[in-house]
Nanobody, 120 residues
């Protein structure tokens, strides 16, 4: 089974920065697109950023140039650098990985979520 372990969340002051990490492990043959989503209480889960295996990135409109997604394929890890954080960025951030675990099976896998709290 694929396991995604997230880290890097926490409490930060408005205007500060955090760097989230998500490391994939388990019986993984290959990994395709990796991404970050977030969901605040009472709100729908929304896309934060994605990055393909080739390095093509997609960002949610709310990022406004503040966030940067990257990946280290050798470590099966995806990162989210968050700068100029705002209180509205407060949410649980979830890592998502599209992974192939057998010759015939691939699926999306989710991390456990990491809390990001931005105080004003």
């Amino acid at each position: 089974q694929v396991q995604l372990v997230e880290s890097g969340g926490g409490l930060v002051q408005a205007g500060g920065s955090l760097r989230l990490s998500c490391a994939a492990s388990g019986s993984i043959f290959s990994i395709g697109t990796m991404g970050w989503y977030r969901q605040a209480p009472g709100k729908q889960r929304e896309l934060v950023a994605t990055i393909t295996s080739g390095g093509t990135t997609t960002y949610g409109d709310f990022v406004k140039g503040r966030f940067t997604i990257s990946r280290d394929n050798a470590k099966n890890t995806v990162y989210l650098q968050m700068d100029s954080l705002k209180s509205e960025d407060t949410s649980v951030y979830y890592c998502n990985v599209h992974a192939r675990i057998t010759t015939y099976y691939a699926d999306n896998y989710w991390g456990q979520g990491t809390q990001v709290t931005v105080s004003s």
